[in-house]
């Protein structure tokens, strides 16, 4: 059984650098064809994904965010960390993680129920 | 980047009827595409993978279809529990993108 949790503050100073932590279980991100991603979303807004980290340790970004964001796993304790530098109030939303497989053609098929993160000073 | 379009962006219909919501890719992405349902205040779920393969546990009056750029999921008979929101996704590349959503109300 999959599942996934995300884990951080609900609210953010503007300037400051945000630290997500997803732990997951059921699956091994070392196994092949195995990512992680992030996805966030902003109130009453569309889904906007993030970053990806696959089972080699590759990564990938949004271009739009992607010299604010920093994404790494930690396979011992099961966990995916995303950092976002210099937090604005535009960062605000619930942020989701996701796992996929290559297998699929790699869908987001178990998601986290996301965390709320509030930008305010 | 690929740019997913979603229409409508929002649809009213009553229980029983067939709905469709279509989504077109800024380029071919082949079959590489997903749809999820969202409810407000929870995580999406994913319905179909693979433009037209659906996921275990969805209903099956759910269903996806096309290739290339242009995409459909269709709803044979809309129940209660299908009023939400619905996005599609493509895992062809990254950045992966997603539609803006269609919003799906009770008529």
């Known amino acids: 059984q999959i599942t996934l949790k995300e884990s951080g503050p609900t609210l953010v100073k503007p300037t400051q650098t945000l630290t997500l932590t997803c732990t997951f279980s059921?699956?091994?991100?070392?196994?092949?064809?195995?990512?992680v991603g992030w996805i966030r979303q902003p109130p009453g807004k569309a889904l906007e994904w993030l970053a990806l980290i696959y089972w080699d340790d590759d990564k990938r970004y949004s271009p739009f965010l992607r010299s604010r964001l920093t994404i790494s796993r930690d396979t011992s304790k099961n966990q995916v960390v995303l950092t976002v530098t210099n937090i604005v109030p535009e960062d605000t939303g619930t942020y989701f993680c996701?796992?996929?497989?290559?297998?699929?053609?790699?869908?987001?098929?178990?998601w986290g129920q996301g965390t709320l993160v509030t930008v305010s000073s | 980047d690929i740019r997913m379009t979603q229409s409508p962006s929002s649809l009213s219909a009553s229980v029983g009827d067939r709905v469709t919501i279509t989504c077109r890719a800024s380029q071919n992405i082949g079959n590489f595409l997903n749809w999820y349902q969202q409810k407000p205040g929870k995580a999406p779920e994913l319905l179909i993978y693979g433009a037209s393969s659906l996921h275990s546990g969805v209903p099956s009056r759910f269903s996806g279809s096309g290739s290339g750029t242009e995409f459909a999921l269709t709803i044979s008979s809309l129940q209660p529990e299908d009023f939400a929101t619905y996005y599609c996704q493509q895992s062809y590349n990254t950045p992966r993108t997603f539609g803006q959503g269609t919003k799906v109300e009770i008529k």
């Open positions: 996701a796992h996929t497989s290559a297998e699929d053609g790699d869908p987001f098929d178990y």
């Open positions: 059921g699956f091994s991100l070392t196994a092949r064809g195995v990512t």
